[in-house]
């Protein structure tokens, strides 16, 4: 289970020469959502709404300014190490080392949580059966296509099968086909045969909410506006169109401070 409370972050550009010092930029004003196990909550926003900075806070990159964070009752920012090796994070910027093989950057990952190369290396071969990935295994990753980068950085955030799983937008930039492989292995993840995981999807794609998620959060303008199941939001809005839901809740008045 993932509980993020009241996050807060505020970014100071520096200053250059001798102009006046920027106005500080307020990312994230007081964001909260839970995702319980057994369940995908989307983390739904426009652009700019403070999806990713929520996130990278949760993920330990960067320590919020206030507000509070625990990945199975563990709290990330007192016990940070603890947290973080129940969770595997695919962030929206890949990173995968392109001079190895898929395979060599799954097992990279799992040494760095702790697993033995053969235990990776046994993990590397069959999350490439589950994610249909086999024929990239020892491919390097040079060259691999946006969808075959997707599948090698999703495989190296399960490596240590974590728990806990954030997606941020982990459906940019591919196609169809690829998109729905990643909707089915998300769906199976969070069934008792896939461990029963806990999900956050972060996307600004509502099609993507509607057909995956259990649960959703809104973000816009650094809060969190709405928390509840499609069909809870479509009923306290009237709308029968999820998109026109998410837009009157999203840009209401009075969600910007």
């Not at 595997?88 to 040494?111: K, M, Q």
């Not at 196609?175 to 972060?202: N, Q, W, Y």
């Amino acid at each position: 289970m993932i509980e993020v409370r009241h996050l807060a972050k505020q970014f100071r550009p520096p200053r250059r020469g001798f102009a006046p010092r920027p106005s500080a930029v307020q990312a994230v004003r007081d964001v909260s959502f839970a995702a319980q196990d057994g369940r995908i909550l989307g983390l739904l926003g426009p652009n700019g709404a403070g999806k990713t900075t929520s996130l990278r806070m949760l993920a330990g990159l960067m320590a919020p300014d206030s507000g509070d964070m625990s990945v199975d009752g563990v709290d990330v920012l007192r016990q940070p190490r603890q947290a973080i090796a129940r969770m595997g994070v695919l962030s929206d910027a890949r990173g995968l080392y392109p001079r190895l093989t898929a395979r060599e950057n799954i097992v990279y990952f799992g040494r760095l949580q702790g697993m033995s190369r053969e235990a990776a290396d046994a993990r590397a071969t069959a999350l490439a059966r589950t994610l249909d990935m086999s024929a990239l295994l020892d491919r390097r990753t040079d060259g691999f296509s946006q969808g075959e980068r997707m599948k090698t950085a999703l495989a190296r955030a399960l490596v240590h099968d974590p728990a806990n799983i954030v997606l941020d937008e982990p459906t940019n930039g591919l196609d169809v086909m690829a998109t729905r492989a990643l909707r089915d292995t998300l769906r199976h993840l969070v069934t008792p045969e896939g461990g029963g995981k806990c999900i956050v999807f972060s996307t600004h794609i509502m099609q993507e909410v509607e057909r995956l998620c259990d649960s959703v959060t809104i973000v816009a303008h650094g809060c969190t506006v709405a928390t509840g199941t499609v069909a809870e939001l479509l009923a306290r809005t009237g709308c029968d169109d999820f998109e026109e839901a998410f837009v009157a809740l999203a840009f209401a008045e009075g969600t910007a401070a």
